[in-house]
């Protein structure tokens, strides 16, 4: 297959690039996350079995980002499954029918979850991240990530050492940017002080879980965003798919509730968020467009002096990242929107 980007992809994009906070990199309102449906063959949603047609789809899929102006992939050294072989997938696409583009492209991973067996293998330590680095570059058969990120907070060791291999990374040319993800507020302060006391590479971008059922980074979190500065990448904003049409009625048989390894779980899907996500669903049906596009506009609606840059997204077929984008055919409320919206989701 030879790829040929659409010269279109930078059309109809005011709005579309977002400063990631006061850092000179612009972002896409949309990321698209290879977390799930870029690993092995049959581990999919789509249950594309074989590795033609599974690797067909992943293509197909990058493709069709990419030319409605998606110019940022999500990966991480544990995303698959099994763990790397998002990385090895993606990294040969971008070999094979990238490589004219990459200069156009944000390409990110990070290190913090397990990858490998015994006391080095996951976590925070300056041993365990820039090894880690090394592995992801040689996967993805890249000389450097875009932004590279601590994807944990590690408890256990010294915040300065996580923080110095990050700065290492990124003064031996791996990595551009740095960042951190799923750090509380408070943490992500300490990291700035520290970044700043020592003259480090401060993180420009902090990735949490963020999405109308998990709200808990409005307060903790873009207050100190705002003040420092970072962007805000949010992970998961539909929810796992909670906050789409899929769960309206029932639990369909191919969802990720219904898979051993999915992260959703059918403990979640409860009768009280379910009424909750069709009360959500009759204001985006009154809006006119999908509850996962309202969902999409209301996660990067304006909010603190920073909010949210981008949303990251997971896709496993094109159409529903052609269907997601289209969010910004509406994406802003009214006043009256917002506070039913708001009244809904404090029930």
């Known amino acids: 297959m030879s790829y ?3 010269d279109k992809r930078y059309e109809n994009t005011a709005e579309w690039f977002r400063r990631c906070g006061t850092s000179g990199l612009l972002l896409p309102a949309i990321s698209l996350g290879c977390w799930h449906n870029f690993g092995g063959a049959g581990t999919d949603a789509g249950h594309h079995a074989d590795e033609a047609s599974f690797h067909a789809n992943c293509q197909k899929m990058l493709f069709t980002a990419f030319d409605l102006g998606i110019t940022h992939f999500d990966l991480a050294n544990n995303y698959g499954p099994p763990p790397g072989s998002a990385e090895e997938r993606v990294g040969r696409i971008l070999q094979n029918d990238f490589a004219a583009y990459r200069d156009e492209l944000i390409i990110s991973s990070k290190a913090g ?14 041993k365990y991240v820039i090894a880690s680095c090394d592995a992801s570059l040689k996967r993805m058969k890249l000389d450097y990530f875009d932004i590279f990120y ?3 907070y590690d ?3 010294p915040l300065e050492e996580t923080l110095f291999a990050l700065d290492t ?14 750090y509380s507020g408070a ?3 300490d990291v700035v002080r520290i970044c700043e006391t020592n003259g480090w590479v401060k993180p420009i971008i902090h990735q949490p879980n963020y999405s109308m059922l998990n709200r808990g980074i409005e307060k903790d979190l873009i207050p100190v965003t705002d003040r420092f500065g970072i962007g805000t990448i949010a992970f998961c904003p539909l929810a796992q798919g909670l906050l789409t049409n899929k769960y309206l009625k029932s639990i369909p048989e191919d969802s990720r509730v219904k898979s051993t390894g999915g992260f959703l779980k059918e403990s979640q899907v409860t009768p ?17 467009q999908s509850l996962a596009q309202m969902t999409l506009a209301w996660t990067l609606r304006p909010q603190g002096k920073v909010g949210v840059t981008t949303a990251l997204i997971g ?8 269907e997601n984008v289209k969010y910004r055919e509406k994406a802003t409320f009214t006043a009256d929107e917002l506070q039913k919206i708001e009244k809904i989701l404090a029930e």
């Open 4 to 6: 040929v980007a659409s």
């Open 113 to 126: 979850y397990r990858m490998w067996p015994g006391p080095y293998g996951e976590w925070g330590s300056r």
């Open 150 to 152: 601590s994807h944990r």
């Open 155 to 157: 408890p256990n060791t």
């Open 169 to 182: 990374i990124v003064r031996q040319g791996k990595a551009i940017y740095a960042g951190i993800s799923s």
């Open 187 to 189: 943490a992500t302060a």
């Open 272 to 288: 009280q968020v379910v009424a909750k996500v069709n009360k959500l669903n009759a204001i985006a049906q009154e809006r006119g």
């Open 315 to 322: 896709a496993s077929r094109p159409e529903q990242i052609v």
